[in-house]
């Protein structure tokens, strides 16, 4: 990647519904190469997707808690398959540390939280410990990778 897929992956990750012609202007390209571009961008896995950023709340799912699990040695694949097919866990990430997974949860209130966890979460596949954190209110739900991270220097392709 050059600067050039730089700017447009800063671009797309600000307004991903912006036309090729207005993401060219901005990038400084005619809307054919800039499309080739991120059609490269696409293929390579640059770009994962496009989606609609949904407010919890206007869904009905008023609380959101993270998930400490801890697993059986023998149980991570099957604890895997499971998380990945539960509605209410809409992130499952592997650990290191204390625990095995993060997972980021949802729930209608603290009462369907309650009943998830102890119903339902607690009893996925090779579970051996679940601890929860409520989140009381998001700061800062999701930033710009792109100004995070560091471009190519200058000619790099």
């Not at 600000?14 to 800039?34: I, N, Q, T, W, Y």
């Not at 895997?80 to 540390?97: R, V």
Request: negative net charge; glycine residues 6%.
């Amino acid at each position: 990647m050059d600067r050039v897929d730089w700017k447009i992956l800063a671009e797309l990750e600000s307004d991903g519904r912006m036309s090729f012609a207005d993401l060219g202007e901005r990038v400084g390209l005619s809307k054919s190469p800039c499309w080739s571009r991120v059609r490269e961008l696409q293929n390579n896995g640059a770009i994962q997707g496009y989606h609609a950023t949904i407010d919890p709340a206007a869904l009905g799912l008023a609380v959101q808690c993270y998930a400490f699990v801890r697993i059986s040695l023998d149980g991570h694949e099957a604890f895997e398959e499971a998380a990945s097919a539960h509605p209410a866990i809409i992130e499952c990430h592997t650990t290191a540390g204390d625990s095995d997974y993060l997972l980021r949860i949802f729930a209608r209130s603290v009462e369907h939280l309650d009943d998830l966890l102890r119903n339902e979460l607690s009893k996925l596949p090779g579970v051996h410990r679940l601890s929860t954190t409520v989140c009381l209110k998001t700061i800062k739900a999701r930033a710009s990778l792109t100004r995070w991270a560091t471009p190519p220097a200058t000619g790099v392709r």
